[in-house]
C-alpha cells in the first residue's frame, strides 16, 4: 500500500492550501491527517471515517475541513485562515485491514 501526498507549500498568513493523499488501494478504515514538528512528536489534525464522520483537533476546528473521496482513495484536508504556527510537516495515514500505512510528508511553510 502507498499513499502519495501533495499539495504542501509556502503560503502568506490567512492563506489557503489543499492538501491531497491518493492511497493505492482502496481504503475501508479511517483516513486522517497528522503533523510533526521537529524533535516533537506526531499529533493528530483531522481525520474522516470512510462514512464521513470527522473529527479536529481543537486549534483547526474552523479553519481546516477534511472530507475524501471513496472513489478515489483519496482523502483531502482544505486548510484556510493559516497561521505561522501551522508550519510544519504534514503526513497522510490510512487504516486498512487493521494497519495503518503512511505517506510521506509534505511540508506546509506559513510566512507571517
Known amino acids: 500500500v502507498q499513499l502519495q501526498a501533495s499539495g504542501g507549500g509556502l503560503v502568506q498568513a490567512g492563506g489557503s492550501l489543499r492538501l491531497s493523499c491518493a492511497a493505492s488501494?482502496?481504503?475501508?478504515?479511517?483516513m486522517g491527517w497528522y503533523r510533526q514538528a521537529l524533535g516533537k512528536q506526531r499529533d493528530l489534525v483531522a481525520h474522516?471515517?470512510?462514512?464521513?464522520?470527522?473529527n479536529y483537533e481543537d486549534s483547526v476546528k474552523g479553519r481546516f475541513t477534511i472530507s475524501r473521496d471513496n472513489a478515489k482513495n483519496t482523502v483531502y484536508l482544505q486548510m484556510n485562515s493559516l497561521k505561522p504556527e501551522d508550519t510544519t510537516v504534514y503526513y497522510c495515514?490510512?487504516?486498512?485491514?487493521?494497519?495503518?500505512?503512511w505517506g510521506k510528508g509534505t511540508l506546509v511553510t506559513v510566512s507571517s
Open positions: 488501494t482502496s481504503v475501508t478504515g479511517t
Open positions: 495515514v490510512a487504516n486498512i485491514g487493521g494497519m495503518a500505512y
Open positions: 474522516i471515517s470512510r462514512s464521513g464522520i470527522t
